[in-house]
């Protein structure tokens, strides 16, 4: 029977092959400069455009689909990226990360509260306001700036480093496979639910999906190096 694969033996030959790419392949670096000009380019034209007609028109889409259980997942979804329950999510993460003894994974969760904050800083950089009710469907009004979307830069940072994790330090079975599924929809749905309740934009979440994505990439890049060392 061959024995089963240890968590650090699959992380391990995971970084090796990752490190090697990074080191030695340009077109992951020129990715992660190309989406950090791309999130200054589309903040500076969110700090001077309210909205676009492509925005009005994906949110009109959107807004049309009529289906109870879809209307109650898009709810769903944005219930999880309000503080409170930001906070849960991420003391939950935190305290059973500590109890199994995965201690920089546990720090590494929390560094990933970064992505939120800058997220905050870029909001009041930009001040661009949020969908007004006379434009399209507002389920509710929300006080702060709209560019980015905080959801969504939270789902991706947060999950997406989680759904690292998990493929990382759990070995293959369904369970594994089931986590991974069920964040993802989350990182990827998150965005259709914040333009669906009428809270932003399509462009507030590109640069959501962007911040949290090249955040993401900053905590796993750093997380491996901390590995390696």
């Known amino acids: ?9 699959v992380l391990s030959s995971e970084t090796a092959v990752v490190k ?5 392949n340009p077109l992951f670096w020129i990715l992660v400069g190309a989406a950090m000009l791309a999130l200054i380019l589309l903040s500076l034209w969110a700090k001077i455009t309210p909205y676009s007609d492509l925005d009005q028109i994906v949110t009109e889409h959107i807004q049309q689909i009529n289906v109870r259980s879809f209307d109650l997942f898009m709810r769903f979804l944005t219930f999880l990226g309000y503080p409170l329950q930001v906070e849960v999510s991420y003391t939950v ?4 990360l500590l109890i199994i003894k995965k201690y920089k994974e546990a720090f590494f969760v929390g560094f990933t509260v970064g992505a939120t904050i800058l997220a905050t800083i870029i909001k009041h950089y930009v001040g661009r306001a949020r969908p007004a009710i006379n434009l399209v469907h507002v389920t509710t009004m929300l006080k702060d700036k709209s560019f980015p979307s905080g959801h969504t830069t939270f789902f991706v940072a947060f999950y997406g480093f989680l759904i690292f994790l998990t493929f990382v330090l759990l070995k293959p079975s369904w369970i594994r496979n089931l986590l991974i599924i069920v964040m993802s929809i989350f990182i990827l749905f998150i965005g259709v639910s914040r333009i669906y309740l009428g809270n932003h934009w399509l462009s507030d979440v590109v640069g959501g999906y962007i911040l949290g994505g090249l955040w993401l990439a900053l905590t796993i890049h ?7 060392s």
Request: net charge positive; aromatic share 8%.
């Open 1 to 9: 029977m061959n024995q089963p694969i240890s968590p650090k033996e």
């Open 20 to 24: 090697k790419v990074e080191r030695n």
């Open 93 to 96: 993460s935190i305290i059973f």
């Open 222 to 228: 750093l997380y491996r190096r901390q590995k390696l």
